[in-house]
């Protein structure tokens, strides 16, 4: 930050710094998987829970995505202070909360259907690294799709509604809001149907 800082002007920065820490949001989900994903040998503890699928799957996700979040608000609040522009880093602090509820949502959907091990079981594991560029790969294109359908649906608004940024805004973030709505029973259904003899011992 403090490098960008002084290499560049305040809009330009802003811009480099919001899309800079979305991005991170991908590498942050690698290093903080305090979810299903780390859980994998306590998966039988799990089921054995007396709670409902859907209030595992909504506890699993918090840790990581408040992690996150926070880490996130830390740096626009940075942005904010340094650039002046509290308008951009406030709407990006609006918009990476449903983004980071998606992300780890679609992460342990993957993972709960797929489960693949964090760490490879043998150095230079060739399937083991495949099996991971094809989850990614899934991971993108499910998270493209609702992004992108959010996306046009904001744009849609922008033009319909007289080129208003405000109204373009408001409904892309309540269609992202609905792709978070569905990921939270998507987490629970997979982890419901998720087979703990089988995974365990492969």
């Known amino acids: 930050v403090l490098f960008l800082v002084h290499k560049m002007e305040g809009e330009n920065l802003v811009g480099v710094l919001v899309g800079a820490s979305v991005y991170c949001t991908f590498i942050f989900s ?8 780390g859980d994998l040998e306590q998966m039988e503890l799990l089921k054995q829970l007396p709670l ?18 926070l880490l996130q608000l830390v740096l626009f609040v940075v942005v904010a ?3 002046g522009n509290v308008l951009v880093a406030g709407l990006a602090g609006v918009f990476v909360v449903p983004l980071n509820v998606l992300l780890y949502g679609v992460e342990n959907v993957t993972f709960l ?4 091990r964090i760490a490879a079981s043998t150095p230079g594991d060739f399937q083991h690294f ?4 094809m989850m990614m790969m899934a991971k993108m294109l499910f998270l493209a799709v609702i992004v992108g359908f959010a996306t046009g649906g904001g744009v849609a608004a922008y033009v319909l509604l007289g080129k208003s940024t405000a109204a373009g805004l408001i409904v892309a973030w309540c269609l ?5 709505a569905g990921i939270l029973p998507l987490v629970a259904w ?9 995974s365990l011992a492969s």
């Not at 409902?52 to 979040?69: D, H, K, N, S, Y």
């Open 30 to 37: 690698s290093l903080f998987p305090f979810d299903f994903r």
């Open 52 to 69: 409902r699928p859907i209030a595992i799957a909504a506890g699993e996700l918090a840790a990581p995505i408040i992690l996150v979040t």
């Open 81 to 83: 202070v340094i650039t």
């Open 113 to 116: 259907i797929y489960p693949v």
């Open 130 to 133: 495949g099996r991971q560029m």
């Open 176 to 180: 992202l809001m609905l792709g978070v």
């Open 190 to 198: 997979a982890f419901q149907r998720f087979d703990v003899s089988r």
